[in-house]
């Protein structure tokens, strides 16, 4: 059984920065695709950017692209996401998901059968 435990989540100012890790273990895939979903207050859980192995092929939500990152290394089993230019909309509980096979058409939380915990970010004005 996967286990995902994520960290790094806190409080910033907007236009700030932060990185988040999840630290993975417990599953074997010859491919596999780890994102990172925002959930915020009032609203469904939401895509933010994903990751598929072995391609290393990326997929960003427009409303973070060119500010979020999402990276991973292979060796230590864990994915990260370098998020800049924070914004108070990116408030909310970040978790961390992953699902056996490739990234292409899967964007939706129930897709992923295996989460972490959450890490909560919260950006002030």
């Known amino acids: 059984q996967a286990r995902l435990v994520e960290s790094g989540g806190g409080s910033a100012q907007a236009g700030g920065s932060q990185k988040l890790s999840c630290i993975t273990s417990?599953?074997?895939?010859?491919?596999?695709?780890m994102a990172w979903f925002l959930q915020t207050p009032g609203k469904e859980r939401e895509h933010v950017a994903r990751l598929e192995f072995p391609s290393g092929d990326t997929y960003t939500a427009d409303s973070v692209k060119g500010r979020f990152t999402i990276s991973q290394d292979f060796t230590k089993k864990t994915l990260y996401l370098q998020m800049e230019s924070l914004k108070p909309e990116d408030t909310g509980m970040y978790y961390c998901?992953?699902?056996?096979?490739?990234?292409?058409?899967?964007?939706?939380?129930?897709?992923?059968?295996?989460w972490g915990q959450g890490t909560q970010v919260t950006v002030s004005s």
């Open positions: 417990g599953y074997k895939w010859d491919s596999n695709c």
């Open positions: 998901a992953v699902r056996g096979g490739s990234c292409v058409g899967f964007s939706r939380p129930s897709q992923y059968p295996y």
